[in-house]
């Protein structure tokens, strides 16, 4: 049970933080589309 919850915090983790990343990357994308 504890390595299955420690599992999906993991995988939470990642998908927040790739979440972010991809904000990210889209965020940059419009600032150079705007600035161009």
């Known amino acids: 049970m ?3 919850a420690r ?3 993991i995988n939470a983790n ?3 933080r790739w979440k972010r990343g991809l904000q990210k990357q889209i965020w ?3 600032k150079n589309k705007t600035r161009h």
Do not use: A, F, H, I
């Open 28 to 30: 940059l994308r419009k």
């Open 7 to 9: 599992n999906l915090g």
């Open 14 to 16: 990642t998908l927040s």
């Open 2 to 4: 504890s390595e299955v």
